[in-house]
Nanobody, 125 residues
């Protein structure tokens, strides 16, 4: 059984920083495409960043230069370091794992991934 558990969300003021973690069990993250996604109220879920088996990272344009995705294969844990937070970053943040080829194809869909339960990030102006 694959389980993903996010932690680290919270409330910060604009310009602040937060670090999210996603602990994974039942799946070896070194063999998959890992990603962070977010969903704000009334909006569709959007890709934030993903990282492949070679640790190559891709970011949404809206977070480039402010967010950093990383992973620790020995801890089977995914991370998202967020800095320079803006009110528009306010959302529920989810981690996900998908087959390794998802990263090379720009994470095309959500049909083959596992999701965590999400952690709320709120940025006030």
């Amino acid at each position: 059984q694959v389980q993903l558990v996010e932690s680290g969300g919270g409330s910060v003021q604009a310009g602040g920083s937060l670090s999210l973690s996603c602990a994974v069990s039942g799946y070896t993250i070194s063999g998959g495409c890992m990603g962070w996604f977010r969903q704000a109220p009334g909006k569709e879920r959007e890709k934030v960043a993903n990282i492949g088996i070679d640790s190559a990272a891709r970011y949404a344009e809206s977070v480039k230069g402010r967010f950093t995705i990383s992973k620790d294969n020995t801890k089977n844990t995914l991370y998202l370091q967020m800095s320079g937070l803006k009110p528009e970053d306010t959302a529920m943040y989810y981690c996900a794992v998908a087959p390794s080829w998802y990263c090379s194809r720009g994470y095309p869909d959500y049909d083959r991934n596992y999701w965590g339960q999400g952690t709320q990030v709120t940025v006030s102006s």
